[in-house]
């Protein structure tokens, strides 16, 4: 039996038992549903902001926001969507599924998992507390310094930012050290490097982007920061700054950050499609190296979304040949995910469909990617709406479709029940026909010279139809979330009870039951090959066949007997202790960033509230 | 990984081996200092594209003195020889070993930030302010976050010196000692590394 110490319940546990039993929680299939769910009600958030961009813009001379309205909404559209959609929906996969696909009971450090996602939260709601307080951040995304200086950002629009990403900083980077050491330190033994599954490996190389990125970003924020609070004067160009400091900090981030968001969703299609195809993913080894050398490529093409600075042909060329070449390795794995496809006993699944499309549509993106790369094209393109509709191909159409393939092929796990099928195919096509009807008429746009970012425009321009349909397209878009969402809260309670392996998976997460046990495996795996589930199915057959079939018939789609539950006789499983200290911390964490726009005094009983919450963490027995 | 094993007993009892024989917490320590040269690297960046911008003075060849910070940076250096010595005492269960070096570890790393209390003082004093200029601006940013490491240093090398007066320090946690000593190893590097830059290079 699993032995879960009962945590030191206060007054709050003892009246809300639940509460804060998810207060307190260490569990990572937990704080995976908690990332999943905040960053969903999220979703839904900035996808309000962006039907509101496309109302505004529908026809010329809109009227339904105001000027600065429109700016707020566009800058924190795509904060949302980037920091609490994307990374925190990537965060839930790797919260649930990694520790299980690498035969873990958990992550390295329960308690900091806890904590990332109690920052993450925190951070989130300091940002999107800007529209409360009637100065939402309207910068940018990209805040360029010294547009960010107090005398042109003389309201706390810039300083929600600055704060809020910072904090936000603070939860990716502990997420990312976990993840780091977990995927190094606990895998189950024999599961070498090379017998990771793909989306581990997206992981890890994730982190390793986000413990590299990140601390230059932390800079550049923390720099502004002083120059706004303490009068610095790093990006004061009057005082002799360099006016394009913050765009190279900016930007040394901010293109590893795009890997950052698009390297998760292939790992999982990276999943989907063998699943589906019931053929191990072709060319294993050259997807794992493809992906490492995007990563690395990724930290030496920033100044490509600086080709209009102005940095000179030499700056300019070698940043388009490096750019260029980050085409090979992506080119080698959708190649490889189509030799997956090719040959496949392929099984048409909902999942499978979201990853057959994001190939499709990551590709379309991909290549308007390559002619950004070209500097003189990128000079015509630079700051038009064909920009919107490449980063649409490779956020929305790539990253989200991804995304949307792991929910349907995990959905089962985490809940034990089965999406319904015609209801998620019925979505696909909502999601697929909307965002081309949505994003493709963009590349004209741009084309025809429609900047990005202006609230209206005049009629006469020609670009009165493109816009429609675009705003058509985006209501398309919000249907099928409704779809999704109605799929998904009729499926919990009524949906089809799923078995531990309901697609005859290869991973190590449906060699348990539907949702596991609080300790994921009963026994530890020892992991002998790549697709062990599938290995252990074949070698069950095997033996089946030749003890000519008598008691043990249970062959492939049933529970593995090797890991089975039922042979779980009374051993002691131990389980880290819940844990209040990491929402403690959380809690300083975000009340000392909140000082800043209130009063210092507020900082300061945030630090002492993050000083006892670290201290009592020190001396919690870790369980 | 034969030689990691000697720490292994120093993680709580439960602990499972790990895939590559390293403790976790060590791991996760050399991938924050991983992290924390990033931090750093910028920040000495924006001080080298600084170099020579500012457009008013003081200048850093009118106000460094270079014996003072040598002085200062060699009693920092020598904090890393007392902590290499910390880690051995408690390795051999020399707790008094342990807690005399401890707290010569942070006594010195003590001195090296009044000595860049009165650095700053004395250099605010000859006109240059945080908000003076780009070398004000900088130098105090770079240098002050490095106090800040060093600041936590030492509360971390104090808290490990109180542990050990509770009984909590006994050999087999001699992990504990080394993963202070690894973060104030780095916060020692990172200050040559200033040093150099900022200080030595004209």
Known sequence: MATTVPPETGALGRVYPVLWSWLTTVDHKRIGILYGTTAFVFFLVGGIEALLIRLQLAVPDGKVVAPDTFNA???????????LVVMPLAAAFFNYVVPLLIGARDVAFPRLNALSYWIFLAGALLLNASWVAGTPADVGWFAYAPLTERPYANTHSADFYVLGLQVLGVASLAAAFNFMVTIVNLRAPGM?????????????????????????????????????????????VARGADPVLWQHLFWIFGHPEVYILILPPMGIVSEVLPTFARKPLFGYPFVVFASAAIAFLGYGVWAHHMFAVGLGPVANSV?????????????????NWIGTLIGGSIRMATALYFAVGFISMFIIGGLSGVMHAVPPVDWQQTDTYFVVAHIHYVLFAGAVLGLFAGIYYWFPKFSGRLLDERLGKLHFWLTFVGL?????????????????????????????????????????????????LANAFTSLRYGQRASADPWDGRTLEWATSSPPPPYNFARMPHIEARDVLWHWKRERARR?????????????????????????????????????????VALGIVLAATGFITSYVISAIGVAYLLAGLYGWAFEPAG | ?????????????????????????????WVFLGSECLFFGSLIVTYLVYKGRSLAGPYPHEIFDIPYTSVSAFVLLMSSLTMVLALAAIQRGDQRGLRIWLLATALLGSIFLGGQYYEFTSFVREGLSLQQNLFGSTFFVLTGFHGGHVTIGVIWLLSLLGLSRMGLIQPQHSLKVEL???????????????????????
């Open chain 2, 1 to 29: 990984m034969e030689h990691a094993t000697t720490f292994e007993h120093g993680a709580a009892a439960h602990a499972e081996p790990t895939a590559t024989g390293l403790d976790n917490r060590k791991l996760l320590m």
């Open chain 1, 73 to 83: 909404l566009f800058t924190m559209h795509a904060l949302t969507m980037i920091f």
């Open chain 2, 180 to 202: 202070a000593g690894l973060y104030w190893h780095f916060v020692d590097v990172v200050w040559i590394v200033i040093f150099t830059v900022v200080y030595l290079i004209p």
């Open chain 1, 319 to 335: 940043f388009a040949a490096t750019t260029m070449l980050i085409a090979v390795p992506t080119g080698v794995k959708v190649f």
């Open chain 1, 192 to 236: 070498s490097l090379l017998r990771m599954p793909i989306f581990v490996w997206t992981t890890l190389i994730t982190s390793f982007l986000i413990i590299f990125a990140f601390p230059v970003f932390t800079i550049a924020v923390t720099l502004l920061l002083f120059d706004r609070f303490f009068g610095t004067s790093f990006y004061v």
């Open chain 1, 544 to 584: 089946a066949r030749e003890t000519k079939a008598g008691e043990h018939t249970r062959i492939a789609g049933g529970a593995v007997d090797e890991l089975d539950l039922a042979t779980l006789r009374g051993e002691r499983i131990h389980l880290p202790r819940p844990s209040i200290f990491p929402f403690i």
């Open chain 1, 436 to 484: 081309n009807v949505t994003f493709f008429p963009m590349h004209f746009l741009g084309v025809e010279g429609m900047p990005r970012r202006i609230y209206t425009y005049p009629a006469g321009m020609g670009w009165e139809l493109w816009n429609l349909v675009a705003t058509i397209g985006a209501f398309v878009i919000a249907l099928s979330v409704l779809v999704f």
